[in-house]
């Protein structure tokens, strides 16, 4: 599995979502491990269509597809408190797995990982892919035959209160992003020490049960490179 990909000839550069701040132009990849990645990569292949929102275009999105189910969360007490009834699962990767999405409309929302793709598409970057543990090879490959000379690795980070003692630099986002930046140049990684600094990190700030954990933190479970394309403001479009 800690195979070394070939190198691409091509340049990354790691940023948090805020320290963009002009056009990318270019390919990017947003990494949210705990939950959004994760679930966009297998909803992206079982869904009828999967469609990621914001807290500001989420309501838009569910009048614009009527017969689609909500996923996820918010933490604005006055939308969740709109859109409690309509969640058929939580953000929870283990949830999600369980949910009977099968052929249907999903509507995706989360606190960070949807809003950091919304982010991404609004810089311009092209195309926007969804990057985690369980797709990095495949992702990788994907790059290799992408335009351009410069790809960004945008970990989404943690835009809640919980996280403000670390600046909302969530590490398990980033060491999959570096990860990540190490296989594109043909460096090997040595996983079980990017899943062992996750864990301690995870447990730190934000504990998770045994069996998130170990649903996050596996390698090239798939070859789905999930790919975003915009429908309107805040709402895209993800195909596998």
């Not at 999967?50 to 006055?78: C, H, M, W």
Request: charge should be negative; aromatic fraction near 6%; proline fraction near 5%.
């Amino acid at each position: 599995m800690n195979e070394t990909v070939k190198a691409a000839p091509k340049e990354s550069v790691i940023l948090w979502p805020w320290e963009i701040k002009s056009p990318i132009k270019g390919p990017a990849v947003m990494f949210d491990v705990l939950a959004a990645s994760h679930n966009i990569i297998h909803l992206a292949q079982i869904a009828k269509r999967l469609f990621t929102v914001t807290k500001d275009s989420v309501l838009e999105a569910l009048d614009r597809y009527p017969d689609a189910v909500l996923i996820g969360e918010t933490d604005n007490p006055q939308l969740h408190a709109q859109l409690k009834e309509k969640f058929i699962s939580s953000n929870q990767p283990s949830s999600v797995l369980r949910a009977d999405v099968a052929n249907k409309d999903v509507v995706l929302i989360t606190n960070n990982g949807t809003h950091t793709l919304s982010e991404l598409i609004e810089h311009q970057a092209n195309p926007v892919i969804v990057g985690h543990w369980i797709n990095i090879d495949a992702v990788v490959a994907y790059l290799r035959n992408q335009k351009g000379d410069r790809i960004h690795l945008v970990p989404s980070g943690g835009r809640e209160k919980i996280f403000e003692n670390v600046g909302g630099k969530l590490m398990e986002d980033w060491y999959c992003a570096q990860a990540m930046k190490d296989l594109i140049i043909g460096t090997s990684r040595d996983y079980k020490n990017d899943f062992r600094a996750s864990r301690e990190f995870i447990h730190t700030i934000a504990p998770q049960d045994e069996d998130e954990l170990l649903l996050i933190l596996r390698v090239n479970t798939t070859n789905v490179v999930p790919l975003c394309y915009p429908i309107s403001s805040g709402i895209i479009e993800v195909k596998a």
